[in-house]
């Protein structure tokens, strides 16, 4: 019985003990490195993650990657489990290669990464074991030397890469048959080496083994001009096409560089310092050249520069060749293109890119070229009234022109051009779409991104819909353009969104609001949806804002002709008295009467009898009464403001029947503008209180005057009677 229990309890120990050991290396497997299945292949990813050492792996991994680590070493035999491993990067690490043994059991990998490390040498036979190798990536590393053993074993490798190392152009560090075993090699990097030597002419006996060598990039350099940069063993290379040398500090071509390589068709010549072309005859031994890239300083013969771009050479040279591709860039002392000359393009030039120039004004024939690139030059002023291109007659479908400080084009600049399909002017300075677009009915792409397009004016936009009437499928870019957003500008935006399918990339675009400020919404269309919507809020508030100022202004109107009624009114009688009237006085210091009086008709036997008696028969002055002097037929209103301006005084008899007659108070309002019209008689009007009136029955018109001005009570008693009247004379004559 205890045996049994004994038995049981190891059992349970030990499978404890193995379920611990098998969670143990699960973690190991997963920790400390990321994996994913993808088509059933098993991804491991370990890079960044700053290891020194390899980490135990799943055998069936297929793709690793332990780039951006601090691996130093690797361990012999530490892929041997590891047979299906395909991808292998070990790039950007501190790697140093020990023995051949590193990589022993990766048999089927096709692809490894050691660039960036410290790899100085490479033990021979490292690569003895990987038969199925197509891709090998040295690069950035400090490799010196290769021998004839560097690369045993790779038979099927295709891709070479060998850039910036120490391997300097000689037969002791590039020896004769270093590169016997790649008999499958098609692509082949060793640019960026040689540093701080003068000539860079690659060992022709060491690249003769690479018989189906397709792409080389190499390193070009040679003082002697006469030395052949490619000799004798690159005959053997008949399958080579593609010709790339940069990192050159002066070069010349004459007619013989190319003759061990007639089978080129792309060459690629950049980042030299100064390029010699002994009259462009190089090219003349590439019948089969079909892309010409010179990204570079162009000269010829002895001279340093030229400041007149050798087109027509260019031509000559590349007409009878199959050239279809033709780019010249960064010529930075070439700033002159040959002026009023019909040069004509090779016949059978598709692409033509001159970029970066410095090009100020540039006329071209072209009659075949479907792609032309004239970027990064200064054509800005140029292009404002003249052309680019000299023939009526063109199949150009692609036009870039961005980069080139353009402000306005000529509006018929693109009218002889009707195959275009994408027109690039991006990164110039234009404000509006000011050019003629209708007849390019095949326009697929107007790119107008990083201009200076605030809105689209009216004209533009009529512009567009008459191209978009022709064309549907058109696409414009206004992407990197402050484009600004506001209720005055709501119609060009509103357009916008109804054509909106056209804009590339729409609701990405960003405006300035008027306040100067960015919106936060992050669609362009809601956020002209909710300027909609503010705007008509804000033209609510405007309108209510107007008709409250409209209204406050004509309340403010009202009340101050209220205020002056009497003095407008006056103003109004004096005109029309003076252009109805012959009979106006010519000097204001002469009056037909010495006072007009001014009364009420309950008392007018007192002015026909007392007045009249008193003041004309006794004291010899003329009055003006109206039921006697006023001219009849004439409107009673002209009547008073002529007899007021005819008298030298107005004597307003102030009675209660006289306050409540509106006459009476037209006549004392006519008088008292009056008054202030003639600045030189301040006492025109004066009262004579008739009645005694309490002060509450007066009009504050009355009430003010008497405040500030003296007047004069009638009396009843006969002696005061006799100064009444003595007062009014002298009152009338001061």
Same mark, same amino acid.
């Given at each position: 019985?205890?045996?049994?229990?004994?038995?049981?309890?190891?059992?349970?120990?030990?499978?404890?003990?193995?379920?611990?050991?098998?969670?143990?290396?699960?973690?190991?497997?997963?920790?400390?490195?990321?994996?994913?299945?993808?088509?059933?292949?098993?991804?491991?990813?370990?890079?960044?993650?700053?290891?020194?050492?390899?980490?135990?792996?799943?055998?069936?991994?297929?793709?690793?990657?332990?780039?951006?680590?601090?691996?130093?070493?690797?361990?012999?035999?530490?892929?041997?489990?590891?047979?299906?491993?395909?991808?292998?990067?070990?790039?950007?690490?501190?790697?140093?290669?020990?023995? $051949?043994?590193? @990589?022993?059991? #990766?048999?089927? %990998?096709?692809? &490894?990464?050691?660039? !960036? =490390?410290?790899?100085?040498? *490479?033990?021979?036979?490292?690569?003895?074991?990987?038969?199925?190798?197509?891709?090998?990536?040295?690069?950035?590393?400090?490799?010196?030397?290769?021998?004839?053993?560097?690369?045993?074993?790779?038979?099927?490798?295709?891709?070479?890469?060998?850039?910036?190392?120490?391997?300097?152009?000689?037969?002791?560090?590039?020896? $004769?048959?270093? @590169?016997?075993? #790649?008999?499958? %090699?098609?692509? &082949?990097?060793?640019? !960026? =080496?040689?540093?701080?030597? *003068?000539?860079?002419?690659?060992?022709?006996?060491?690249?003769?083994?690479?018989?189906?060598?397709?792409?080389?990039?190499?390193?070009?350099?040679?003082?002697?001009?006469?030395?052949?940069?490619?000799?004798?063993?690159?005959?053997?290379?008949?399958?080579?096409?593609?010709?790339?040398?940069?990192?050159?500090?002066?070069?010349?071509?004459?007619?013989?560089?190319?003759?061990?390589?007639?089978? &080129?068709?792309?060459?690629?010549?950049?980042?030299?310092? *100064?390029?010699?072309?002994?009259?462009?005859?190089?090219?003349?031994?590439?019948?089969?050249?079909?892309?010409?890239?010179?990204?570079?300083?162009?000269?010829?013969?002895?001279?340093?520069?030229?400041?007149?771009?050798?087109?027509?050479?260019?031509?000559?040279?590349?007409?009878?060749?199959?050239?279809?591709?033709?780019?010249?860039?960064?010529?930075?002392?070439?700033?002159?293109?040959?002026?009023?000359?019909?040069?004509?393009?090779?016949?059978?030039?598709?692409?033509?890119?001159?970029?970066?120039?410095?090009?100020?004004?540039?006329?071209?024939?072209?009659?075949?070229?479907?792609?032309?690139?004239?970027?990064?030059?200064?054509?800005?002023?140029?292009?404002?009234?003249?052309?680019?291109?000299?023939?009526?007659?063109?199949?150009?479908?692609?036009?870039?022109?961005?980069?080139?400080?353009?402000?306005?084009?000529?509006?018929?600049?693109?009218?002889?051009?009707?195959?275009?399909?994408?027109?690039?002017?991006?990164?110039?300075?234009?404000?509006?779409?000011?050019?003629?677009?209708?007849?390019?009915?095949?326009?697929?792409?107007?790119?107008?991104?990083?201009?200076?397009?605030?809105?689209?004016?009216?004209?533009?936009?009529?512009?567009?819909?008459?191209?978009?009437?022709?064309?549907?499928?058109?696409?414009?870019?206004?992407?990197?353009?402050?484009?600004?957003?506001?209720?005055?500008?709501?119609?060009?935006?509103?357009?916008?969104?109804?054509?909106?399918?056209?804009?590339?990339?729409?609701?990405?675009?960003?405006?300035?609001?008027?306040?100067?400020?960015?919106?936060?919404?992050?669609?362009?269309?809601?956020?002209?949806?909710?300027?909609?919507?503010?705007?008509?809020?804000?033209?609510?508030?405007?309108?209510?804002?107007?008709?409250?100022?409209?209204?406050?202004?004509?309340?403010?109107?009202?009340?101050?002709?209220?205020?002056?009624?009497?003095?407008?009114?006056?103003?109004?009688?004096?005109?029309?008295?003076?252009?109805?009237?012959?009979?106006?006085?010519?000097?204001?210091?002469?009056?037909?009467?010495?006072?007009?009086?001014?009364?009420?008709?309950?008392?007018?036997?007192?002015?026909?009898?007392?007045?009249?008696?008193?003041?004309?028969?006794?004291?010899?002055?003329?009055?003006?009464?109206?039921?006697?002097?006023?001219?009849?037929?004439?409107?009673?209103?002209?009547?008073?403001?002529?007899?007021?301006?005819?008298?030298?005084?107005?004597?307003?008899?102030?009675?209660?029947?006289?306050?409540?007659?509106?006459?009476?108070?037209?006549?004392?309002?006519?008088?008292?503008?009056?008054?202030?019209?003639?600045?030189?008689?301040?006492?025109?009007?004066?009262?004579?209180?008739?009645?005694?009136?309490?002060?509450?029955?007066?009009?504050?018109?009355?009430?003010?005057?008497?405040?500030?001005?003296?007047?004069?009570?009638?009396?009843?008693?006969?002696?005061?009677?006799?100064?009444?009247?003595?007062?009014?004379?002298?009152?009338?004559?001061?």
């Amino acid at each position: 019985m205890n045996f049994i229990v004994i038995l049981k309890f190891w059992l349970v120990l030990c499978f404890l003990i193995h379920t611990i050991k098998t969670e143990s290396v699960k973690s190991d497997l997963i920790f400390p490195c990321a994996n994913f299945t993808d088509q059933e292949e098993l991804y491991v990813d370990c890079s960044y993650r700053n290891l020194t050492s390899i980490p135990r792996l799943p055998d069936n991994t297929i793709h690793l990657y332990l780039q951006h680590n601090f691996l130093m070493q690797i361990p012999d035999n530490t892929f041997e489990n590891m047979t299906n491993l395909i991808t292998l990067d070990l790039s950007f690490n501190i790697l140093i290669l020990y023995t $051949k043994q590193t @990589f022993t059991g #990766l048999r089927h %990998l096709q692809t &490894l990464k050691l660039g !960036n =490390n410290i790899i100085n040498r *490479i033990p021979n036979k490292t690569f003895g074991g990987m038969k199925n190798l197509r891709e090998l990536d040295i690069s950035y590393c400090h490799v010196s030397s290769i021998n004839e053993q560097t690369f045993y074993g790779l038979n099927n490798l295709v891709h070479l890469a060998l850039e910036k190392n120490g391997l300097y152009y000689n037969k002791k560090q590039l020896p $004769k048959g270093s @590169f016997q075993p #790649l008999k499958s %090699l098609k692509q &082949l990097s060793v640019r !960026n =080496n040689n540093f701080g030597t *003068i000539n860079k002419i690659f060992p022709d006996e060491t690249i003769a083994d690479l018989i189906l060598l397709e792409v080389l990039v190499l390193d070009v350099s040679c003082v002697n001009h006469n030395m052949q940069l490619f000799g004798k063993g690159f005959s053997s290379l008949q399958n080579l096409r593609t010709l790339n040398f940069s990192i050159c500090d002066t070069v010349s071509l004459h007619n013989d560089t190319f003759k061990y390589t007639p089978y &080129l068709t792309n060459v690629y010549i950049s980042k030299c310092n *100064i390029l010699r072309i002994d009259g462009l005859g190089a090219f003349m031994k590439l019948g089969r050249l079909t892309v010409l890239e010179l990204d570079i300083d162009i000269t010829e013969g002895l001279m340093p520069a030229v400041h007149t771009f050798p087109w027509d050479k260019i031509n000559n040279a590349l007409y009878n060749t199959h050239i279809r591709e033709l780019y010249c860039t960064k010529n930075n002392d070439v700033l002159v293109f040959p002026k009023q000359r019909s040069i004509r393009a090779p016949p059978n030039l598709r692409s033509l890119a001159f970029s970066n120039l410095g090009f100020s004004q540039l006329l071209l024939n072209l009659t075949y070229v479907t792609t032309l690139k004239i970027d990064g030059n200064k054509l800005g002023n140029y292009l404002a009234n003249n052309t680019y291109m000299m023939t009526k007659y063109n199949r150009l479908e692609f036009i870039s022109l961005s980069n080139n400080s353009i402000y306005k084009l000529n509006s018929e600049l693109f009218n002889d051009q009707p195959h275009l399909k994408v027109i690039d002017l991006s990164y110039n300075f234009l404000k509006h779409i000011n050019f003629h677009l209708k007849h390019i009915i095949h326009l697929e792409m107007l790119n107008l991104s990083n201009n200076s397009i605030v809105y689209l004016d009216d004209d533009s936009i009529a512009n567009i819909d008459q191209i978009l009437k022709e064309n549907n499928n058109l696409k414009i870019n206004l992407g990197g353009n402050p484009l600004n957003c506001g209720c005055s500008l709501l119609p060009y935006l509103e357009w916008m969104i109804n054509v909106r399918e056209h804009f590339v990339n729409f609701n990405q675009y960003k405006c300035v609001l008027e306040n100067g400020s960015m919106p936060m919404s992050n669609s362009f269309e809601d956020l002209i949806h909710h300027l909609q919507t503010d705007c008509m809020n804000y033209s609510y508030l405007i309108v209510g804002v107007s008709f409250t100022l409209f209204g406050f202004i004509s309340l403010l109107i009202a009340s101050l002709i209220y205020r002056h009624r009497w003095k407008l009114r006056y103003l109004f009688y004096t005109a029309k008295l003076r252009y109805a009237s012959q009979n106006n006085m010519d000097n204001r210091g002469q009056y037909v009467y010495d006072a007009f009086i001014s009364y009420s008709d309950e008392i007018r036997t007192f002015v026909t009898k007392d007045c009249i008696d008193n003041l004309e028969q006794d004291g010899h002055l003329k009055l003006c009464i109206h039921h006697r002097d006023f001219l009849p037929g004439a409107a009673i209103t002209d009547n008073i403001t002529q007899a007021i301006q005819s008298s030298r005084k107005t004597i307003c008899i102030i009675t209660r029947s006289f306050i409540e007659s509106d006459y009476c108070m037209f006549e004392y309002n006519m008088a008292r503008m009056e008054s202030i019209h003639r600045k030189k008689d301040k006492s025109l009007i004066f009262l004579v209180f008739y009645e005694q009136l309490q002060p509450e029955e007066l009009p504050l018109v009355l009430y003010e005057i008497i405040q500030k001005k003296t007047y004069i009570e009638y009396p009843n008693d006969v002696h005061g009677n006799f100064i009444f009247w003595e007062k009014i004379k002298d009152a009338i004559n001061a």
